[in-house]
């Protein structure tokens, strides 16, 4: 069966600290990869996403990035944190471009 | 880009009521997804709906895609405390295939 894992679960940075969430995929190939962020109390944000190895789509222009070095590994970075990139980001993923999304545990940031 | 509108924003129930959420769209839809947040949680997909018409239902979740396939809704009967969550539908868009979320009805049941 297929499995998703995000990491780390909760940190707290600094503002002007760099930032490295990780999202692998296991049991499938070939996924979709998503990354969402949540802020307290809102909705789902889409920031990026990947339909393969180096493929990346961005879709809100931010001091974050995504970088996709394998297949089933889905890396959310920043060189400087802002107070603004606190919230909740999710990592997703998806067999079909319109199929269903299979959600990671999610990563809590505070950036104090 | 493709968006849609989720109302109500948040929903106050006392046990044993109902509970309906609505999602609209300007444009015809391909599909819709449903998923479910617990607090505290990640998104949980529900179902999907693809047909014009379409109801589907989950015990005591009935789901249902309008006849123009702009709107949506997911109606819950009889309300538990275990319904508490946010409830959030979820678009595709037609040229790219990316999900796009409405903006969740967070439901709150008072026992």
């Known amino acids: 069966s297929q499995t998703i894992h995000q990491w780390p679960a909760t940190l707290v940075q600094p503002v002007g600290s760099p930032l490295s969430l990780e999202c692998t995929v296991e049991?499938?190939?070939?996924?979709?990869l998503y990354w969402y962020r949540q802020a307290a109390g809102r909705g789902l944000q889409l920031l990026f996403y990947?339909?393969?190895?180096?493929?990346i789509s961005s879709e809100v222009p931010q001091n974050l990035s995504a970088s996709r070095p394998q297949d089933r590994q889905f890396i959310l970075s920043s060189k400087k944190l802002l107070l603004s990139d606190s919230g909740f980001y999710l990592c997703?993923?998806?067999?079909?471009?319109?199929?269903?999304?299979?959600f990671g545990e999610g990563s809590r940031l505070t950036v104090l | 880009g493709q968006q849609v509108m989720q109302i109500p924003q948040y929903q106050h129930v006392q046990e044993g009521e109902d509970f309906t959420t609505y999602c609209n769209s300007s444009?015809?839809?391909?599909?819709i997804q449903w998923y479910k947040q617990r607090p505290g949680g990640h998104p949980v997909f529900l179902i999907q709906?693809?047909?014009?018409?379409e109801v589907k239902k989950q015990k005591r979740l009935t789901f249902q895609f309008g006849e123009a396939k702009k709107n949506s809704s997911l109606h819950i009967t009889a309300t538990q405390t275990t319904d508490v969550g946010t409830y959030f539908c979820?678009?595709?868009?037609?040229?790219?295939?990316?999900?796009?979320f409405g903006q969740g009805t967070t439901l709150q049941v008072k026992p």
């Open positions: 997703a993923w998806s067999t079909r471009r319109t199929g269903e999304l299979f």
């Open positions: 049991g499938t190939s070939n996924p979709n």
């Open positions: 990947s339909v393969g190895i180096g493929q």
């Open positions: 444009t015809t839809l391909s599909n």
């Open positions: 709906l693809v047909k014009s018409g």
């Open positions: 979820a678009v595709s868009s037609s040229n790219t295939g990316k999900l796009i």
